[in-house]
């Protein structure tokens, strides 16, 4: 088991920034890749970044590739969500995820989610 709590929504205006941070407890020695996802009102919910627990190989949606950077510290067990430049269009439940099972790439552990609002 890993269990995941996120931190570090809130409310940002428009070109704004906000850092997101996901601590990871329990198993985490067999996490393969962390990830963060969003959510957003209506909207079904969406990849935004990930990287690899060992190798650091970040992966980024287009939507926020160069607005976006994650990063991670193993000895920490955190993952972090630098967001930069923000949009309203960026508003969501952000989650963090982690990936334990190297031979899918479906993601099984989840935290509860931050909520991320944007105002124009």
């Known amino acids: 088991q890993v269990q995941l709590v996120e931190s570090g929504g809130g409310l940002v205006q428009a070109g704004g920034s906000l850092r997101l941070s996901c601590a990871a407890s329990g198993r985490t020695f067999s996490t393969v890749t962390m990830g963060w996802f969003r959510q957003a009102p209506g909207k079904e919910r969406e990849f935004v970044a990930a990287?690899?627990?060992?190798?650091?190989?970040?992966y980024y949606s287009d939507s926020v590739k160069g607005r976006f950077t994650i990063s991670s510290d193993n000895a920490e067990n955190t993952v972090s969500l630098q967001m930069n430049s923000l949009k309203p269009e960026d508003t969501a439940i952000y989650y963090c995820?982690?990936?334990?099972?190297?031979?899918?790439?479906?993601?099984?552990?989840w935290g509860q989610g931050t909520q991320v609002t944007v105002s124009s």
């Open positions: 995820a982690a990936r334990t099972n190297i031979a899918t790439p479906t993601y099984n552990y």
């Open positions: 990287i690899s627990w060992r190798g650091s190989i970040t």
